[in-house]
């Protein structure tokens, strides 16, 4: 599947969505087996695939308001900062990127052009030059047209040090070998409009030009990095709070930690877009209530509901209920390509036997049932998603999913190391942090937990001065190869002041020096050196305790037509869906 995707071709791939792992964990709360999915995709230059409008969903009525109903708000909104699911999911609907995910719930996904004619043109067929030709027609919500120049202004204010929580792939290609910003650090205070390798020689084309190939390119213009942002409507840190609309949709008003509104952006043409239907009048999203509520009251299916889901995956409290009868055929369940684990923060845990004995001293278990069991996902040993091409099970510690208080102690030789465990302030989180908290006291450790508020969790652990030991992430890889997990999470040269996804702060010139051996292997090589990185890292250097390969449970309202778990983003996408009358 993957030497398809990277080599892109137009003949489909396959790769099967398993919830894969050790011994399954030892409970079952009432969601069942996650099964099997599989998954087919492939980048497609067909112009059949390629023309709008959107292909019209069976069934499918145009009105109404769906209600989105989440525990917290989003971190960002602004493209340039935007790298969790569902802030993405959400960014989809108010701007579009060059290039998109084309997906129908059976599990077939191609990357198509969005604001692009298509996949993007590799100019001189060595991946090096990728130049985009923008539709005609692209409009922003005030009617303006959307032009290569504001697509080249988005991609140039991702270099700014205070924009940078987002995707960094376009950054680093286009700046290699070192610190991305280190010389230019986007257009404000006096930068070039432009970074280095970008070129706008007319409103509609946009040429990118790297040092090396980067046949991924059509995967990474999917990303918010290439969302088109007018320099006059360029807000810098509060652009978060009121995006400009290339999409189907825009802001009618925002206010944070209590709802977002979007209604009908008048001047998005359906025959410019081949990816959204757009059948809602108007998408409302909710924060603040707890999980627990939002199952509640979703299992109930109350009139004021029914045109209402979630991304939040049903508690245990109420997942016996949701198991059966009319209840169960709303849930919106499976396998994704998400990899949860616990970073150890190894600027503060320098001792690799303290990083190894908590390999040993958590016990994986005690945090799916705090979740749902095997609802929520099956226990991971890898850094990489089952999903990854050329993924290979291995267990560098062979713990117990219980974990194994005599190689704790043995490794720990009378130590009893002091931790800070940083969380999220969601119900479930603080069930996961209090789990991990009492195991690892009984097992030699010294446990203070510290909870962040959720909306700006990852921001608080991406920070490289944070004052935390231990925390919980979840990562899924952005396109399926291990240089979409590998290198962003493990790399050393990755580690910013602030926005940090190499949340374990791991610098290890060893590893550094692998990645870019790998990343000069033929395409067919690369997926198996990959994983040969990833048993590596874990081996020798225990910067992560691999915790849970994820799953969705998700519960929607009876009124809501075509949800279903997306492969690119694991969770119910919202490009099709819509209200049932």
Sequence with gaps: MRASWRT??????????????????????????????????????????????????????????????????????????????????????????????????????????????????????????????LRDGLRYEDGSPVTSKDVAYGVARSFAPNLNEGPKYIQRWLYPGGVYNATYRGPYDGGRPTPDGVATPDDRTIRFTFAEPHCDMPYAAALPTTAPVPAAKDTRDSYDLRPFSSGPYKVRSYQRDVALELERNPHWDPA???????????????????????????????????????????????????????????????PTQYTWVLNVNTQRITDVDVRRALNYAVDKDALLKAIGGQAAGTPATTLTSPTTAGWQQYDAYQAPVTGDPDKVAELLAGKKPTLVLAYA??????????????????????????????????????????????????????????????????????????????????????????????????????????????????????????????????LRGSKVGNAYLSDAFGAIQVNNIFVKP
């Design 8 to 133: 892109l071709t137009i003949g489909a791939l396959g790769v099967t969505l398993v919830a894969a792992g050790c011994t399954p964990t030892t409970d079952d709360d009432g969601g069942g087996d996650q099964g099997t999915r599989t998954q087919t995709g492939s980048v497609s230059y067909d112009p059949a695939d390629n023309r709008a409008p959107a292909p019209a969903v069976e069934g499918a009525t145009r009105g109404g308001t769906l209600t989105v109903m989440q525990v917290a708000d989003f971190e960002h909104l602004d493209p340039a900062r935007t790298y969790v699911n569902r802030a993405q999911l959400t960014g989809g609907l108010i701007q579009r990127s060059l290039t998109g995910y084309k997906e129908d719930g059976s599990g077939t996904m191609m990357v198509v052009g969005d604001l692009a004619t298509d996949p993007g043109k590799d100019v001189n067929g060595d991946c090096k030059v990728w130049q985009y030709t």
């Design 272 to 334: 410019t877009d081949p990816i959204r239907t757009a059948y809602p009048d108007a998408f409302r999203f909710t924060f603040g209530l707890e999980a627990a509520q939002i199952a509640e009251r979703l299992v109930a299916d109350a009139p004021a509901d029914q045109a209402a889901f979630t991304w939040e995956d049903v508690p245990p409290a109420v997942l016996p209920r949701t198991t059966t009868g009319p209840v169960a055929e709303r849930v919106v369940k499976g």
């Design 425 to 554: 302030n969601t119900e479930t989180r603080t069930r996961q942090a209090e789990a991990l908290r009492k195991t690892l006291s009984e097992r030699g450790f010294t446990v203070t937990a510290t909870a962040i508020d959720s909306s700006s969790y990852y921001d608080e652990i991406g920070r490289r001065n944070n004052p935390y030991d231990l925390y919980l992430s979840g990562w899924g890889m952005d396109w399926p190869t291990g240089s979409t997990t590998i290198p962003p999470l493990y790399d050393g040269r990755e580690i910013v002041d602030e926005g940090s996804n190499n949340l374990s702060y791991l610098n290890d010139p060893g590893v550094s020096a692998e990645i870019d051996r790998i990343r000069q292997l033929p395409a067919l090589e690369q997926d198996a050196a990959w994983m040969a990185l990833d048993e590596k890292i874990m081996r020798d250097l225990a910067p992560v305790v691999p915790c849970y390969y994820d799953a969705a449970y998700e």
